[in-house]
C-alpha cells in the first residue's frame, strides 16, 4: 500500500483517458475503428437507460453462475473420487488427459448444435471449461495431506471417513479456493465464447450484434461492463477464500498478493 | 497374532481346551512386552534388516527411553508399537493384548508438532477425542487443565501458527494426553527444538511425568536426554537394529539440569557412549 501516491494513481488514469480523447479527435480517427472515450460513455449510458445492456447482463451471469454451479460440483465430486481411488484414476485417466490436452473453447460450436441456442448450451459449455481447473486441484489438494497428519490420524484409530472430513478435505481447500477463483472466470469465459457461437441473448451476442453493425463504441462499453463483472465475481470467490483459508498462508499475506496472484492467471 | 498368543497359552497346559484361563498377576503385567520382535523391509531375496530381536518391557508408570543413532531403526520400532506398522516377526503387546493395529489406548507425538492449522489450540488437543466420539464436555475440561499444566493456559482459542516451535510441541504433549492413552510414545519430540528451549521440554516433560506417573517410551538420539529423562535406557546399535544394553539410570527425581553435571550422570553418558564410539550419529 505505501508502494505510491493514490491520487497520483487516478491523475495517471485520467491522463491517459484523456490522451486517448485528444489523440482520436486530433487526428480524426474514424468510429468504427477506435471510438474516444467519451463516444464509449455516451453508448455505456445509452445502453444501460435503455435496459438492453441490464436485460442482456442478467442472462449472462444467469449462464455463468449455473455454468459455474454444475460446473464445480461435478469437479469436485470427480476429483474426489479420483483422489481417493487410484482404480477409479487408473481407468478415468486416459478420459482425464484427452479432455485436459483439448482447448475446451473448441467444443463450443458442438455444444450449441447439440443443446441449441438457448440458456442450456451457455451453461454447459461453461461449466465444462470452469471444470477442469478444480477438478485438478482437488484432486492435487486432497492428496498433499502430510505424511505425518495421516499417521496421527491413524494412531487415533481414525477411520478413513474420518480422515477425509477432519484432514484431507481441510488441508485441500488452498487448492480448492485456487481452484474456485479460475473456475468462476473460466465460466464467463465458457459462457461468452458460447453467445459468439450462437445465441438470442447475453452479452456475447450483443457484442457479435454491435460488431457487424460497426457500433465499435458499444463494443467498448460491453467490454468494460464484462470486465467490471469478472472483477466482482472474483471479488466473491477472494471474499470467501478470505473467510474459508484464514489459517492459511496466502491469506495471513497482505491484499496486494492477491492482485498479483490474479494477473498471473 | 492373537492366534500365536492362544498357541502360546495352550502350550502351557493349565487347563483343557476351551477352559483355557491365564492367571496374570496384575500388578506384574507389564504395560508393554516386546518379544523376538523383528521387521524387515525390502524382497525376500534381498531383505533389509530394520530391527533383529528386539526383546524388552515397560512396567506401569516406567519412563523408558530408546536411544540409538539415525538409521538404527528406533522410529520404526516406535511405529509398530504405535500400530502404523506390522511387525515381520515377533510380537508386541500393550497390557495383554497384541498390537496388531492402531489402539486408542496409545498417545503419540512425532518429531514434529503436526498441528492442524484451521483448529485453535483447544480443538487440536480434542481431535482425539473428536476421532474417538468421547464426551466433548468432559474432555475440554481435561484439556484445559493439562493446558494449564504446561503454561499454556490462555492460549486454548489461539491457533498453532501464533505460537513459538516449543509452545507447539507443547500442544501435541497435551494432544497425545488428552484421551488419557495407557501408553504416551514420544518420537523425537523435541529434536526440532534449539538447544536452549530443549532443556526447558524436557524439565517439563519430567514435571509432567511425574504429576501423571504415565508410562513413557521416549526415543531419542541424544545421549544426555536419555538419562536425564528416563528410569532406564534401551542403547540400540544399527544394522540390524538391536538392543545392545539396557542401562538403568538411579538418579533421584526430581532431576535438575545441574544433575548433568554429576559424577553419577557423567559415567552414565561414557558407558553409553562406549556402545557408538565407531560411529556418529548420536549427540553427545
Redesign the interface.
Known amino acids: 500500500m505505501s508502494f505510491g501516491n493514490p491520487v497520483l494513481r487516478i491523475l495517471l488514469l485520467l491522463a491517459f483517458l484523456a490522451a486517448w480523447e485528444a489523440a482520436v479527435r486530433l487526428f480524426a480517427v474514424p468510429v468504427f475503428i477506435l471510438p474516444a472515450p467519451s463516444g464509449i460513455a455516451v453508448a455505456l449510458y445509452r445502453g444501460v437507460v435503455s435496459m438492453v445492456y441490464v436485460d442482456n447482463l442478467w442472462i449472462t451471469l444467469l449462464e455463468t453462475a449455473l455454468g459455474f454451479a454444475l460446473g464445480i460440483a461435478l469437479a469436485f465430486a470427480l476429483g474426489t473420487l479420483v483422489a481417493l481411488s487410484r482404480r477409479t484414476e487408473y481407468y478415468l485417466y486416459p478420459f482425464i488427459v484427452m479432455f485436459q490436452s483439448l482447448p475446451k473453447v473448441a467444443l463450443a460450436p458442438l455444444i450449441v448444435v447439440w443443446f441449441g441456442l438457448g440458456l442450456t448450451s451457455k451453461v454447459v459449455n461453461a461449466a465444462l471449461i470452469a471444470f477442469f481447473p478444480l477438478m485438478v486441484n482437488t484432486i492435487v489438494g486432497l492428496r498433499s495431506a502430510d505424511e505425518d497428519r495421516v499417521n496421527l490420524m491413524r494412531s487415533l484409530d481414525a477411520s478413513e471417513r474420518q480422515i477425509f472430513w477432519m484432514l484431507r478435505l481441510p488441508g485441500a481447500l488452498p487448492f480448492i479456493m485456487a481452484g474456485l477463483e479460475v473456475a468462476m472466470i473460466f465460466a464467463l469465459i465458457g459462457a461468452i465464447v458460447a453467445e459468439f457461437v450462437g445465441a438470442t441473448a447475453g452479452l456475447g451476442m450483443l457484442i457479435q450484434t454491435l460488431n457487424f453493425s460497426a457500433d465499435v463504441a458499444g463494443v467498448f462499453s460491453i467490454l468494460l461492463i464484462l470486465s467490471v463483472l469478472g472483477l466482482l465475481l472474483n471479488q466473491i470467490i477472494l471474499l470467501m477464500r478470505r473467510r474459508v483459508l484464514f489459517w492459511d498462508p496466502s491469506v495471513k499475506t497482505s491484499a496486494t498478493e492477491d492482485v498479483g496472484k490474479g494477473a498471473r492467471l | 497374532m492373537s492366534g500365536s498368543s492362544a498357541g502360546a497359552m495352550g502350550g502351557i497346559g493349565l487347563a483343557t481346551a476351551g477352559e483355557v484361563r491365564p492367571v496374570r498377576p496384575v500388578a506384574a503385567q507389564p504395560v508393554i512386552a516386546v518379544r523376538r520382535l523383528g521387521k524387515s523391509y525390502g524382497t525376500a531375496r534381498a531383505p533389509v534388516v530394520a530391527l533383529e530381536d528386539i526383546d524388552f518391557a515397560v512396567a506401569e508408570g516406567e519412563f523408558v527411553a530408546i536411544l540409538g543413532p539415525s538409521g538404527c531403526g528406533k522410529s520404526t520400532l516406535l ?1 509398530i508399537l ?3 506398522l506390522p511387525a515381520t516377526s515377533g510380537e508386541a503387546s500393550l497390557r495383554g493384548t497384541p498390537i496388531a ?4 489406548d ?1 498417545g ?1 507425538v ?3 508438532p ?1 498441528l ?3 483448529r485453535s489450540v483447544l480443538h487440536n488437543v480434542l ?2 477425542a ?3 466420539r468421547l464426551d466433548r464436555a468432559e474432555h475440554e475440561r481435561i484439556a484445559l487443565a493439562l493446558l494449564s499444566l504446561v503454561g499454556l493456559g490462555g492460549f486454548e482459542h489461539r ?1 498453532p ?1 501464533e505460537l513459538s516451535g516449543g509452545m507447539q510441541q507443547r500442544v501435541a504433549i497435551v494432544r497425545a494426553l488428552v484421551h488419557d492413552p495407557a501408553l504416551l510414545l514420544m518420537d523425537e519430540p523435541f529434536g526440532a527444538l534449539a538447544a536452549m528451549t530443549r532443556e526447558q521440554m524436557n524439565l517439563e516433560l519430567q514435571r509432567i511425568w511425574l504429576e501423571r506417573r504415565k508410562t513413557v517410551v521416549f526415543i531419542t538420539h541424544s545421549i544426555p536426554e536419555a538419562v536425564f529423562l528416563a528410569d532406564r535406557v534401551l542403547v540400540m546399535t544399527p544394522r540390524p537394529g538391536r538392543i545392545a544394553e539396557t542401562v538403568a539410570v538411579g538418579l533421584p527425581r526430581p532431576r535438575s539440569l545441574d544433575a548433568m553435571n554429576t559424577p553419577e550422570f557423567g559415567e552414565l553418558v561414557r558407558r553409553i557412549r562406549a556402545h557408538f564410539s565407531a560411529q556418529g550419529g548420536v549427540d553427545l
Open positions: 511405529k504405535a500400530g502404523l493395529g492402531p489402539r486408542r496409545i503419540v512425532f518429531q514434529s503436526v492442524f492449522p484451521w481431535l482425539p473428536d476421532v474417538q491457533y501458527w
